[in-house]
């Protein structure tokens, strides 16, 4: 009895071991097996059930922020007040309520919500393309990624993984599809400007707040001081590596990173430098073996990472990080899994299949082999199978065939969130936390060039969302466009350049968006521009482009069947 449980035992560490393999650096894929690509979308090898159950509790993981000792959290029933959505017990209170709510111009939570770029929970089935679980905070009003969490006996707000990554795409909520306009980095610099003003005396005697909900405020202003945090160079961008770098810079430069006070000489580099770029999709994650736009993550599940990043950029106490993450592994192996099992949106889930011409795609297929495939991964279709498929089926990609290991290309684009990397990634690797759960970063030279799974929802495109559409990208650096309007993907004639596959023509986009600056895009600013991604690829020796316009149709055509 003895042998079979000590050789059980030893069969469990070995699996274990096995399974932790897939986050090392040395890591890389084979051609068959377990460590096959299309074996990666179950990274913890669980059966059928295990695996459906899994990934429905990780999306709620994702849909309500699990970190339940993140220290910033706004009591929520002071915003609930603000907006007439709980009782206020005096009329002089009522009417400052009023005040807050005309001052801060909106006149719901959805608007408010909205305007910070979050996106709201499919009404109905047909709107909840990634089949979307409704944890309790549906029925609060929150959006996807709004998170209650009780302390103090009061609830606080917070946000969580889907504020950046959800998206409504023409109606249909996307789980896993970068925010098309997330505003997370904006809320921390309101955060800061209301720290400023905000007093105890205030929230007590003027806005009524419970001993528990001023508590809860007071942590939150004190938390604060850690955080540093840059606005977006534009609207669309994300700044976390700037505001983990930053924030990081002002801590003590042990393994836990102490929030002690201490002499600074000046400010961070990344508080000033751009190295912005767009949150990423979740469904490429499986086909890598390092992470983020750059590859710098080279060891160790991106999860964590994750959960480290955000805690950093708000200000968390590390050795009380460090104990949520040990005490709650079931927590980041359902979210890792739910994560790595992520599916792609289908261009035929949004469009007639009259609007895609698979002659077309058929030959942009012999171009995307010439010029895209050594880089960016093959992908063998169903046509090149079984002819006799009836057309959605025809049209999918059978197999992707991505590198054994994630190479890192400099192919000429914006060096800012690369090089941005180099400025504070000692500091990570000091972290205890790093060290225990084999997270390494190492500064590359270049970003990864992606795989096109899912490609046509993407846009805008490059890293800083430089290139309105595929046909911006197909074209030399110096003919792109260098300025454009970017819009909302609400309606899929007016919103969207389908022969282009991204933004319309500034010509065609209204007047309505126009008049909100927050959309135009300037490939002049720093950190943005869109250069690079066409010597020695599109471009000969001469500087003549070796595709013509259709065959670039072609080109884009099949990209929208990947």
Not at 94 to 112: A, V
């Amino acid at each position: 009895m003895f042998k079979v449980f000590l050789l059980s035992f030893l069969t469990n560490i070995s699996i274990a071991q096995d399974i932790d393999m897939q986050w090392s650096e040395a890591f890389e894929f084979s051609s068959i097996g377990k460590w096959s690509i299309e074996n990666r979308s179950n990274p913890f090898q669980l059966n059928p059930l295990q695996l459906s159950s899994t990934i429905e509790k990780g999306k709620l993981h994702a849909l309500k922020y699990p970190v339940t000792m993140t220290p910033l959290l706004f009591p929520y029933s002071v915003f609930e007040k603000a907006f007439d959505e709980a009782p206020v017990n005096s009329r002089a209170r009522k009417l400052i309520y009023k005040i807050l709510k005309l001052s801060s111009g909106y006149k719901t939570k959805k608007e408010f919500f909205d305007y910070a770029g979050h996106n709201q929970y499919p009404e109905n089935e047909e709107q909840n393309y990634s089949h979307i679980p409704y944890p309790s905070e549906k029925n609060r009003g929150l959006p996807m990624g709004g998170t209650l969490i009780e302390r103090y006996q009061v609830e606080g707000l917070t946000f969580g993984c889907a504020s950046c990554h959800s998206a409504d795409l023409f109606g249909k909520k996307v789980l896993g599809l970068s925010t098309r306009f997330p505003k997370g980095n904006e809320l921390f610099l309101d955060a800061k400007k209301m720290k400023r003003t905000y007093r105890s005396s205030i929230g007590k005697y003027i806005l009524g707040m419970s001993d528990g909900e001023l508590k809860m405020m007071a942590d939150t202003l004190e938390t604060l001081d850690w955080v540093q945090t840059k606005k977006p160079v534009v609207l669309g961008l994300d700044t976390s590596l700037s505001q983990v770098g930053a924030s990081l810079h002002y801590r003590q430069k042990d393994e836990y990173a102490t929030k002690l006070k201490r002499f600074v000489d000046g400010p961070h580099i990344l508080e000033s430098k751009a190295a912005d770029s767009k949150p990423a999709v979740w469904w490429n994650l499986k086909y890598k073996t390092r992470w983020l736009s750059d590859g710098s993550l080279v060891s160790g599940n991106p999860v964590y990472t994750n959960f480290l990043w955000n805690e950093i950029g708000r200000g968390t106490d590390l050795k009380e990080l460090e104990s949520w993450i040990d005490q709650n592994q079931s927590t980041i192996k359902e979210l890792t899994t739910s994560v790595f099992a992520t599916h792609a949106p289908n261009y035929l889930d949004f469009f007639d299949e009259k609007e895609l011409d698979i002659h077309s795609a058929m030959r942009g297929e012999k171009q995307f082999k010439k010029y895209c495939e050594r880089c960016h991964g093959q992908y063998i279709k169903n046509w090149s199978i079984d002819k006799d498929l009836e057309f959605k089926q025809l049209v999918k990609t059978n197999e992707v065939r991505y590198h054994k290991k994630t190479p890192v290309i400099n192919v000429g684009t914006d060096p800012g969130r690369y090089e941005g990397m180099k400025y504070f990634s000692k500091d990570l690797n000091r972290l205890a936390i790093q060290k225990n759960k084999s997270i390494l970063v190492k500064p590359q030279v270049g970003y990864v060039p992606p795989p096109l799974v899912g490609i046509w929802a993407r846009w805008p495109y490059f890293h800083n969302n430089s290139a309105p559409s595929l046909c911006a990208v197909l074209t030399s650096s110096e003919l792109r466009p260098k300025t454009y309007w970017a819009v909302k993907a609400v309606d899929p004639k007016k919103d969207f350049d389908q022969e282009c596959n991204g933004y319309p023509h500034p010509s065609k986009i209204s007047k309505k968006w126009k008049k909100q600056k927050k959309y135009f895009y300037d490939t002049s600013k720093a950190g943005m521009r869109n250069t690079g991604h066409d010597k020695k690829i599109f471009l000969d020796k001469s500087g003549n482009e070796y595709m013509t316009k259709p065959q670039k149709l072609d080109l884009i055509e099949f990209l929208k069947t990947l």
